[in-house]
T-cell receptor, first 113, second 118 residues
Framework: DAKTTQPNSMESNEEEPVHLPCNHS???????IHWYRQLPSQGPEYVIH???SNVNNRMASLAIAEDRKSSTLILHRATLRDAAVYYC??????????????FGQGTILTVHP | GAGVSQSPRYKVAKRGQDVALRCDPI?????LFWYQQALGQGPEFLTY????????KSGLPSDRFFAERPEGSVSTLKIQRTQQEDSAVYLC????????????????FGPGTRLTVL
């Protein structure tokens, strides 16, 4: 699977936007970009995914660079509940792929009141 | 609606004991995954089931680890002769799988079972 690179940690203040970057320079044309987050003492939780176009859902927005070598997860107004480890993961949609997730270290997001 | 449940939530075993960890996926989900998460690390893939078929067990660390899903719903991860390095959180996830040529990649995770081997 193609590798992703994320900063180890980021900090934000409550009610401010947060932009979490992810580099994936070896992404292939059939790789989807997924974001999951893991709150303390919980299992990971799906946030959003996309292929080429920017995506929005109730939790976040995903901005994908035109060359697809990087992406940014955007939390529009951070809350204390958004403090978590955020994982950027590539999954291949082609061939016999079944969606296995390969997690890296992720980005630890701290949200200050 | 009910999510993925796992039991027990916590398990303490003495080195050498066998343990069995249970996963109840979301009803109707075809795909089921097991992951292992060591302290301070991201989850690592162990094995994958499509219905009752175990299609990928490449992540199982040794032959002491065994997983089954005999009726295509509940799954059990068994670890024989536990070692201290087996101490970790074991996560189960399920997804809808592939339907109509589209693979539903969103995985729903359970809360995990924290295994401590003394």
């Amino acid at each position: 699977d193609a590798k992703t690179t994320q900063p180890n940690s980021m900090e934000s203040n409550e009610e401010e936007p947060v932009h979490l970057p992810c580099n994936h320079s070896t992404i292939s044309g059939t790789d989807y970009i997924h974001w999951y987050r893991q709150l303390p003492s919980q299992g990971p939780e799906y946030v959003i995914h996309g292929l080429t176009s920017n995506v929005n859902n109730r939790m976040a927005s995903l901005a994908i660079a035109e060359d697809r070598k990087s992406s940014t997860l955007i939390l529009h107004r951070a809350t204390l509940r958004d403090a978590a480890v955020y994982y950027c993961i590539l999954t291949n949609a082609g061939g016999t792929s079944y969606g296995k997730l390969t997690f890296g270290q992720g980005t630890i997001l701290t949200v200050h009141p | 609606g009910a999510g993925v449940s796992q039991s027990p939530r916590y398990k303490v075993a003495k080195r050498g004991q066998d343990v069995a960890l249970r996963c109840d996926p979301i009803s109707g989900h075809v795909s089921l995954f097991w992951y292992q998460q060591a302290l301070g690390q991201g989850p690592e893939f162990l094995t994958y089931f499509q219905n009752e078929a175990q299609l990928d067990k490449s992540g199982l660390p040794s032959d002491r680890f065994f997983a089954e899903r005999p009726e295509g719903s509940v799954s059990t991860l068994k670890i024989q002769r536990t070692q201290q390095e087996d101490s970790a959180v074991y996560l189960c996830a399920s997804s809808r799988g592939t339907s109509g040529g589209y693979t539903y990649n969103e995985q729903f995770f359970g809360p995990g079972t924290r295994l401590t081997v003394l």
